[in-house]
């Protein structure tokens, strides 16, 4: 087979470029991370020639044996990986994993209740631009508008007034743990399911930086990206009594065939999660995280819940007169990727916002430690507050060029 470069060098030419973005910059968004050279092998891999609609010894064609293989495999590791009685690896993103158990759950029509986007929640929790908002009644828990912090007594005030089939835990912007047995008590008190989405701290999960969701909850949903380092891909754990809705409203509920040698890759990446160096990696994530928001509290930026628990910041940048849309550009310009975020209560729109996410899992992957993240949290500062004139985000950039070349070995290869 010919390489890529002779067959189209226009997409080798970008892929360059991309190989050269994640090697030159810190990467510091907090959804992404740096999957190992065995992950990326096996998601390139010939399974990606295999259609195999249907699950292990149940197929819809023939010739499947290797596909039965590697996914049961990947469902065995993953269900030993978080204590889990069922998995299902085939969901193609923790979008689509979530679409599959809240139709596995409930009748559309039906009452939600998760987490308001404004708060730090996800677009699939309820949102009503989203299938979730547009399929079920979404109704929206929030937090406290001092501590920023889920207020229990409040959300157990809403269950009561609401009467939801179903409580989402999770977030994709909040910064502390969650108080699973708290949510649990809160379902069984008003009669409702509880699913968990652990998208965002799987890997911390894995790694035992992060209490485990399995028990408490009915069904978990997650990604296999993030801090789980694994392919772009999602995957469903649940009580075995719920095994056969939940594979029935993946496939055929949502989904046509899987992804074969993404199911591979994810096969490798619980694989790694379970090996004693991902646990020193997940604890070495929180902290960094908690470094980093030391080092940023001492430079005098408000932290939204005043600091982490896990692998992300929230940056309340109002006392620095910029918007999340700014600091994300200066940061950018500066060689340091992250992304602006709306804040709780925010008073400008999601385009523009009044935060900024910062999360470790790929500088954790790539081997920085908290000296390095006293290091970032300068630099953040100088691009932020531009101390050094014109020049400065120039010279910083070249700086992080340097500090990225220290740690290339750990990373995107």
């Known amino acids: 087979m010919n390489p890529l470069t002779q067959i189209d060098p226009e997409v080798s030419a970008i892929l360059a470029d991309e190989i050269e973005r994640e090697t030159s910059k810190l990467q510091m968004?907090?959804?992404?991370?740096?999957?190992?050279?065995?992950?990326?092998?096996?998601?390139?891999?010939?399974?990606?020639?295999?259609?195999?609609e249907g699950y292990p010894q149940a197929r819809y064609y023939q010739r499947c044996g290797p596909s039965d293989t590697v996914e049961q495999l990947a469902i065995?590791?993953?269900?030993?990986?978080y204590q889990a009685q069922h998995a299902n690896v085939q969901p193609h993103s923790g979008s689509?994993?979530?679409?599959?158990?809240?139709?596995?759950?409930?009748?559309?029509?039906?009452?939600?209740?998760?987490?308001?986007?404004?708060?730090?929640?996800?677009?699939?929790?309820?949102?009503?631009?989203?299938?979730?908002?547009?399929?079920?009644?979404?109704?929206?828990?929030?937090?406290?508008?001092?501590?920023?912090?889920?207020?229990?007594d409040a959300l157990r005030k809403t269950a009561r007034k609401v009467k939801p089939r179903l409580i989402i835990a999770g977030a994709s912007a909040y910064p502390r743990n969650f108080d699973f047995?708290?949510?649990?008590?809160?379902?069984?008190?008003?009669g409702a399911y509880l699913l968990v989405d652990m998208a965002h701290f799987a890997g911390l999960v894995?790694?035992?930086?992060?209490?485990?969701?399995?028990?408490?909850?009915?069904?978990?949903?997650?990604?296999?990206?993030?801090?789980?380092?694994?392919?772009?891909?999602g995957f469903i754990?649940?009580?075995?009594?719920?095994?056969?809705?939940?594979?029935?409203?993946?496939f055929p509920g949502v989904q046509g065939g899987p992804l074969m040698h993404v199911v591979a890759a994810k096969a490798v990446c619980f694989h790694?999660?379970?090996?004693?160096?991902?646990?020193?990696?997940?604890?070495?994530?929180?902290?960094n995280a908690q470094a980093l928001a030391a080092a940023l509290l001492e430079r005098k930026f408000d932290l939204v819940t005043g600091g982490t628990d896990n692998h992300l910041i929230l940056v309340d940048l109002r006392n620095q007169n910029m918007t999340g849309a700014e600091a994300a550009a200066r940061l950018e310009e500066s060689g340091i990727v992250a992304n602006k975020n709306g804040i709780p209560n925010d008073p400008l729109g999601p385009r523009v916002t009044s935060g900024l996410r910062l999360g470790v899992p790929a500088v954790t992957t790539q081997g920085m430690r908290e000296p390095e993240m006293a290091w970032i949290a300068e630099r953040i500062a100088r691009a932020l507050r531009g101390d050094g004139g014109a020049g400065e985000l120039e010279k910083i950039r070249h700086e992080v060029r340097e500090l990225c070349e220290r740690f290339t070995g750990g990373g995107a290869s």
């Open 29 to 52: 968004i907090a959804s992404e991370n740096f999957s190992s050279p065995a992950v990326l092998e096996a998601q390139g891999s010939v399974f990606t020639n295999k259609y195999a």
């Open 76 to 81: 065995n590791r993953a269900q030993t990986l």
């Open 96 to 152: 689509t994993a979530n679409l599959a158990a809240y139709l596995a759950l409930l009748q559309p029509g039906e009452k939600i209740l998760g987490m308001d986007l404004a708060a730090g929640g996800h677009l699939t929790h309820g949102a009503h631009a989203n299938f979730s908002g547009k399929l079920f009644q979404a109704h929206a828990y929030t937090v406290h508008p001092e501590t920023h912090r889920i207020d229990y």
């Open 181 to 190: 047995s708290a949510f649990r008590s809160i379902c069984d008190e008003v």
């Open 206 to 233: 894995a790694g035992g930086a992060h209490p485990n969701p399995v028990d408490a909850a009915d069904v978990v949903t997650s990604t296999t990206h993030k801090t789980l380092r694994g392919p772009r891909g």
């Open 237 to 250: 754990l649940c009580k075995a009594e719920h095994a056969r809705k939940i594979n029935s409203a993946v």
């Open 272 to 287: 790694e999660a379970m090996q004693p160096s991902f646990r020193d990696y997940a604890r070495q994530i929180v902290s």
